[in-house]
Structure formats: C-alpha cells, structure tokens
C-alpha cells in the first residue's frame, strides 16, 4: 500500500512537471495574446496548482494514515501473541496440540507424591509446553503432597490412575520417559503400572484461576 501511494505521488508530481513544461512551450503564444486571455490563462493554471497540492496533501495524508495503521496492526497481533503465550504459561487458557497422555496406575497404592513431580519435571525436560494431571492444570509454582487418603495436587486430591497430558513432540517425550534407569522403570519399581499413549491432538481443559 506504501508503494501505491509513492506512486501516486510521483503521479502527481510528474503532472505538475508536465504542465509547466507545456506552459513554457505556450510563452511564445502569450507574448501575442490578449490582456483578458492572459487573465483567464492564469487564473485556470492557479486553480490547477491549487488542485494539485489539495491532491498531495490528501495523498500525503492517506499514506501516514496506512502507516499508522500499519504499525498499530503489528503492534496489536504482537500483544495478541504475547498474551496467549503468558496465558499458557499461567494455565489460565486451554490448548491443544500433538503430544502424549501418560497413564500411571497405581493398583498397590506404592506411588507416592515425589515420583508426580518427578513425572511433571521429566515432561518439562523434555519439551511439554502444557500438562495437566488429572484435572489438575500444571503451573509453574504446581505442587504435588502425600495425604493420608493418597496424594494431592495443588490442594486437590488425585484419584488414581493419574493421567498425565502433556503437549508437546511426541516423540521426544516418550523417549525421555522410557530411558533406562528413568521415570518409567521408577514408577514400575514402585509398583505401577505405566502407559504411554502419543497422540495428534491433546485437548488440555483445566485452567487455573488468574
């Protein structure tokens, strides 16, 4: 849009640079003409003159205003991509996208509250952008507390099995899971029983309050 209007500018001024070259052209003319002619000559080129800045000045116009709107457009899908991102980053929208859904049974009540924890720093580690325990929505100051009646979350209780759903790589996540020595043959050693599921789409719902 900034080049269509240059152009038209230049336009403009091409025009300006025309007729005064015709005008040069038509002195020899006016040297023979009337006084009333010559009035008359003059007024329509002070009108022209007049037309053509009243034309620039609108162009001129019109060309700040599509810049401002330009940068104010930027600026506005900018704040836009910010606050989705600090929105999922807080909890405080839902999302989804490809990723995992992490399945830890715990049939002898053996998993304890450390080994969650354990389980959502290993998502993080390995690139979960968001994860939610049940329907617990995963913040960055989340926590996880054994309780006589199990383990809670953030204050809530968690019933298991616990479902963990992360988005993320796929891939990368249940290869951080599975390696030797790793979460996975913790939570077995402990006595549960663990699933992992890839998946294309992971609807994460919970959201935790601003």
Same mark, same amino acid.
């Given at each position: ?35 009333? @002619?010559? !009035? ?5 080129? +002070? ?12 162009? @001129? ?25 600090? +929105? ?22 053996? !998993?304890?509250? !450390? ?6 720093? @290993? ?5 979960? @952008? !968001? ?59 402990? +006595? ?19």
């Amino acid at each position: 849009m900034g080049q269509l209007i240059g152009g038209l500018l230049c336009l403009v001024l091409g025009f300006a640079v025309v007729a005064q070259i015709r005008s040069n052209e038509r002195d020899t003319t006016f040297a023979t003409a009337r006084q009333d @002619e010559l !009035v008359g000559v003059l007024s329509d080129l +002070g009108q022209r003159s007049e037309r053509l800045r009243g034309d620039l000045r609108d162009l @001129e116009d019109t060309k700040a205003r599509l810049e401002r709107d330009a940068q104010g457009g930027t600026a506005l899908e900018e704040a836009r991509k910010r606050a989705a991102t600090y +929105g999922l980053l807080a909890g405080t929208v839902p999302a989804e996208g490809p990723g995992i859904e992490l399945t830890v049974g715990d049939p002898r009540r053996g !998993v304890r509250a !450390v080994n969650l924890l354990d389980a959502l720093e @290993e998502l993080r580690d390995a690139g979960a @952008e !968001v994860v939610q325990v049940n329907d617990v929505r995963a913040g960055v100051d989340s926590y996880f507390l054994d309780d006589r009646d199990g383990v809670r979350a953030d204050g809530r209780a968690l019933v298991p099995p616990y479902r963990f759903r992360a988005i993320g790589d796929p891939h990368t996540m249940t290869t951080a899971l599975n390696i030797p020595g790793g979460l996975v043959r913790t939570l077995q050693a402990a +006595g549960a029983e663990v699933s992992i599921t890839p998946r294309a789409k992971v609807v994460v719902d919970a959201v935790r309050s601003p």
